[in-house]
């Protein structure tokens, strides 16, 4: 957006009056006392057709300190003049609404602030009034008037010639010393390592070559310093990020940065901001890994032991904030396109970091780079390659980590191994014990659940039910996004009964087919399978069997003893994880709004309405209407119902009959109860 040049021309008079009232006052050399200054600021305005609206506001303020102005309600476009005396050298004003979010601020360091601001809608503002250096009176007051333009951009918000150290307008910078003050910024960025709502200055500095940099900045407030790579609003982008080295007033970065443009920030803890100096001093640094020239081979299927400890950080990543610890490297050699597991597993106390390239030299042929895998002491690279020579580098995380480390890959064909057998539907092994281990990578793709997973490698499992139950599996872990498909015949879709990253089914008795399958093509690695199965035969005989409850009386029960049938959702999601339950009909002849209260006493319990007795087949559906927990054990002695672990369930009801289940939350979870229904 362009400035108004009718705002310009304010600007400009403004500044024009100031410099003939200093000198008319006191002399060039001198900048004139409070009240002849705002008398020409006042001048030069009605001159311009603006009449001021309101109270003349004034005070005395230290460094640092700021004044609430209530300026009432603005409903016009309005230019707000604040001026400091010979005391000051730097004044701040910042217009906010009754949210208390900023709606206009200065951007200068100057001892007046100029504000101009046009309202969306008549509301209550306020003016903060800060002085950032120096001490003294001030003095502010409101004009309105034809002569501002609805589209005049507010200083500080929407001016391109306001908007300096942001993003959109970044200060270049270079080796030496910059001062500056966060209080003319904007508050749109924060650092990793330090919360922030405070306003930030931004820089640009441009790296020409391999470097190694130091960012030191001192502040009158508690600072906090990071730099970005690339993409300067993108907080993924940050390479660095420090507070308090060695203090509240001190921040420190010392890093290699490679070739390319970099975007300090000078950032406050909170809420802080003020005044700061930064300093920026660089050196030449080795452009290319040392031993690109004679790097050793990494042989498929061969662990490779080494030890970082003391080495040198030579090569910098994309992910794990560029790797700042010591690292080594090995060529890869892939002849053709190929499934490749790359791991690094630490055996001592670091953060490993594997990374792959193209070119050993080059940083922006990086191909692959990751920070995790299925333990936490690994860090695994998984995909498929195209054939060609790769550098492999194992790394650490940390400036001053490493240690000892294996490093082993593996390869597959795209399409998997013909020679492994496993998830083969004419050879089925039965379902583990849970957890299952599992591992895709060498698997071929057997079956195509409707989730997903087409021409994804899979691994089949056989799951025989003996007697109606529920089914529910998830992953504990996994190296690739990994589904679940639950079927009645081998590769059949037609067949299935339950597809997902998590599964929860009530199955008929008969043989089952539970296929673990990639997400996507490129979707393989090791996986930590959860389940589990609950035995639901007992739910027709307690039906059967239930206890009808009826309106306006206190029932008394208990759950010891019985059988665990039924798993209420709002429970813990482990099939067998919930107590002994037990079940009641509740029979509505009526639409009509129905309370139902329960108290247990010396356990947890969860409260349930179901539609339907029985839990229905297939994916579950679940029957409840509504399910909640009560908030703590009952006392030791009797409970009443108003006691604070109190569980309720209050909704209106259509005709018809309904079940109500009072279960245990947690697998050893029973006791006495009373449950009422009004």
């Not at 700021?66 to 000051?88: F, K, N, R, Y």
């Not at 333990?375 to 492999?392: K, M, P, Q």
């Not at 067949?495 to 008969?510: Q, R």
């Not at 099939?575 to 329960?598: E, H, K, P, Y």
Request: aromatic fraction near 6%.
């Amino acid at each position: 957006m362009s400035v108004s040049p009718r705002f310009t021309t304010i600007r400009i008079a403004v500044a024009t009056v100031l410099f003939a009232a200093a000198c008319m006052t006191t002399g060039a050399s001198h900048r004139a006392p409070l009240e002849p200054r705002y008398v020409a600021i006042h001048n030069a305005f009605a001159a311009l057709g603006l009449a001021e609206i309101g109270p003349i506001h004034q005070g005395t303020l230290r460094e640092g300190k700021e004044a609430h102005v209530a300026l009432g309600i603005l409903s016009a476009c309005t230019t707000i003049a604040t001026v400091g005396d010979d005391g000051v050298r730097d004044i701040h004003a910042t217009l906010v609404d009754e949210a208390g979010r900023a709606q206009a601020h200065d951007t200068t360091s100057e001892p007046q602030a100029i504000l101009n601001f046009c309202p969306e809608s008549p509301q209550p503002y306020e003016l903060v009034v800060r002085v950032t250096e120096g001490n003294g009176a001030w003095m502010a007051a409101a004009y309105q008037g034809a002569a501002i333009p609805r589209d005049a951009p507010a200083p500080g918000a929407n001016s391109p010639a306001d908007r300096q150290g942001t993003c959109s307008a970044p200060i270049a910078i270079e080796e030496g010393v910059v001062r500056g003050s966060t209080m003319h910024g904007q508050s749109d960025n924060e650092g990793s390592c330090a919360p922030s709502d405070a306003r930030e200055i931004v820089y640009r500095l441009d790296v020409p070559e391999r470097a190694n940099v130091t960012l030191d900045l001192e502040s009158h407030f508690d600072a906090v310093l990071y730099v970005r790579n690339g993409d300067c609003s993108d907080s993924d982008s940050e390479v660095a990020c420090d507070d308090d080295s060695p203090d509240q007033t001190h921040s420190h970065i010392e890093q290699t940065f490679e070739p390319g443009t970099y975007f300090v920030f000078v950032d406050g803890y909170n809420r802080e901001e003020g005044a700061f100096k930064l300093t920026v001093s660089t050196s030449s640094a080795q452009s290319r890994y040392d031993g690109c020239g004679s790097l050793q081979r990494l042989v498929v299927g061969q662990d490779v032991a080494g030890d970082s400890t003391g080495g040198a950080d030579s090569v910098h990543s994309s992910c794990a904030g560029g790797a700042q610890g010591p690292d080594s490297a090995w060529r890869l050699d892939i002849p053709s396109r190929s499934r490749i597991r790359i791991s690094e597993r630490a055996k001592s106390d670091f953060s490993p970091v594997v990374h792959m390239r193209r070119i050993c030299e080059n940083e922006a042929s990086e191909v692959a780079c990751s920070d995790s895998g299925f333990a936490s002491n690994e860090a695994t690279i998984l995909g498929l390659f195209d054939s060609g020579r790769y550098v492999v580098f194992a790394d650490a995380r940390d400036k001053t980590s490493g240690g000892e480390f294996l490093l082993d890959s593996e390869m597959s064909p795209p399409d998997g191994d013909s020679a492994n057998a496993s998830g083969d539907c004419g050879d089925v092994a039965p379902l583990p014990p849970s957890p299952v281990q599992g591992d895709t990578f060498s698997a071929r793709d057997h079956a195509a659940a409707s989730c997903g997973g087409d021409g994804a490698p899979d691994v089949v499992y056989r799951l025989d039910i003996a007697r109606r139950s529920r089914f529910a599996a998830s992953f504990a872990s996994e190296e690739s996004v990994h589904l679940i498909g639950v079927s009645s015949r081998c590769g059949d879709r037609a067949s299935e009964v339950a597809c997902g990253a998590a599964v929860d089914a009530v199955l008929a008795p008969g043989s089952y087919f539970v296929a673990v399958d990639g997400a996507s093509v490129d979707a393989f690695g090791r996986f930590a399978l959860a389940w589990a199965t609950e035995d639901l035969s007992g739910q027709a005989v307690a039906c059967a069997s239930a206890t009808p409850i009826e309106f306006g009386r206190t029932f008394k029960s208990s759950t010891q003893g019985q059988a665990s049938r039924y798993s209420a959702s709002c429970a813990l999601p482990d099939a067998s994880a919930t107590g002994s339950d037990r079940i009641f009909r509740l029979d509505v002849q009526r639409r009509r709004r129905v309370r139902l209260s329960l108290a247990a006493e010396g356990f947890d319990a969860a409260l349930a309405l179901r539609k339907d007795c029985e839990d229905g087949p297939g994916s579950r559906r679940s029957p409840e209407v509504f399910c909640v927990l009560t908030a703590q054990t009952a006392k030791n002695h009797a409970p009443t119902l108003s006691l604070a672990n109190e569980a309720s369930i209050d909704r209106v009801l259509e005709a018809g009959t309904y079940w109500v289940l009072v279960d245990g939350q947690t697998r050893n979870a029973s006791g006495p109860f009373w449950l009422r229904v009004e």
